[in-house]
């Protein structure tokens, strides 16, 4: 019940994204925006990145932003002749599934976050997908940003609205739009950790319950293979955001490094908190084998007990089955039932001395 309340106040809280907003991409094209900005405000016109850029560079104010999403190699061929993108960094945000890295290529810094999503479902089994990974690419220059996001998720329009709305911090120039970037994903990074804490509370308590099943280990690995997922997208961000921190970067100004320091440290604990699920999953897994291991030796002691018992009336049953005639009280009138007492009284006994010694 606590996990199902927990689910409906996350969906409550759920950033909401506007789809009038004017960057967002229209249909059939690569191109999410064009977006001119001068001291932090954002500029009519300049839909071209052509014209954007040389609105820029004519009056050496302001920047642009460019968003594009699963672009082509045509598409962004383009873009790589008019703003001087390394190919080798071209060549990885088109092909995707690259592993979060920061790369200079001279004044152009090219950088790679994996984006994470929490899979809602109402119940977990040993096929529920809980994460979602994509990706999304940046070029950042003295006067642009350019991004590439590759999945159905983790777009930057509620970045985009909240940088708009702190004109101050987006007036720093195309560094801003970096760390907010950065900022974004390891917020999600934080976000997703939290909801996979209720699976893992789940499976938790399904094994420590009176009545565990022993079904759970699918479950358990599934998860596992979820929380290794997650942590392929955080762990390697580590490194880069440290770099974006505390190395001297041209088009990373000295006062947006310390934000950089600030997203490096709330990484740092999602990556703690990573690392201590899959410890707290393992020994979880330890104890739901040891239970079965131990449900298992239960069974093999009550299957010998009975079969203890069982020996008895089978053992006598099978001397006097024999069909000798010479045998003790074989013609006596009253050994059938002296017999079959003798039988009922052993099995008893024996079944009495078991449940004493806790085997029944």
Not at 48 to 68: M, N, P
Request: aromatic share 8%; net charge negative; with cysteine.
């Amino acid at each position: 019940m606590f996990s199902n309340l927990r689910r409906a106040v996350r969906r409550g809280y759920r950033r909401a994204v506007d789809l009038s907003h004017p960057s967002r991409s229209p249909l059939g094209s690569a191109v999410v925006n064009c977006v001119v900005y001068v001291d932090g405000a954002r500029q009519d016109g300049c839909a071209e990145a052509e014209e954007a850029l040389r609105r820029v560079r004519k009056t050496g104010e302001g920047f642009v932003w460019i968003g594009l999403h699963e672009p082509t190699r045509e598409e962004l061929a383009g873009l790589a002749e008019l703003f001087g993108l390394h190919p080798l960094a071209v060549e990885d945000a088109v092909n995707a599934h690259q592993r979060p890295k920061v790369e200079r290529f001279d004044d152009i810094l090219f950088s790679v976050f994996k984006t994470v999503r929490y899979v809602e479902h109402e119940e977990l089994t040993a096929t529920s997908e809980v994460v979602e990974t994509g990706e999304l690419m940046a070029f950042t220059g003295d006067d642009f940003v350019i991004t590439i996001r590759h999945g159905g998720h983790g777009t930057l329009g509620p970045v985009r609205e909240s940088l708009e709305a702190a004109a101050g911090q987006l007036a720093k120039g195309p560094a801003s739009v970096l760390h907010a970037i950065a900022d974004h994903v390891v917020d999600d990074y934080v976000a997703v950790t939290d909801a996979v804490q209720n699976d893992i509370d789940s499976v938790e308590t399904a094994v420590f319950s009176e009545y565990g099943g022993r079904g759970d280990a699918g479950r358990i690995y599934q998860l596992k293979r979820e929380l290794l997922e997650l942590r392929r997208a955080v762990a390697p961000l580590s490194r880069p955001l440290q770099h974006l921190a505390t190395q001297p970067i041209p088009v990373i100004p000295a006062e947006v490094r310390a934000y950089f320091r600030d997203v490096a440290d709330h990484l740092t604990r999602a990556t703690d908190q990573i690392n201590g699920y899959d410890a707290l999953l393992d020994s979880i897994l330890q104890a739901h084998l040891a239970q079965v291991t131990v449900a298992q030796n239960e069974d093999m002691r009550k299957i010998t007990a009975w079969a203890a018992i069982v020996a008895v009336p089978t053992m006598v049953c099978g001397i006097y089955g024999m069909n000798f005639d010479h045998m003790p009280e074989l013609h006596w009138a009253y050994g059938y039932p002296i017999v079959l007492g003798v039988m009922a009284l052993a099995c008893f006994v024996i079944h009495r001395g078991f449940r004493r010694n806790g085997w029944l």
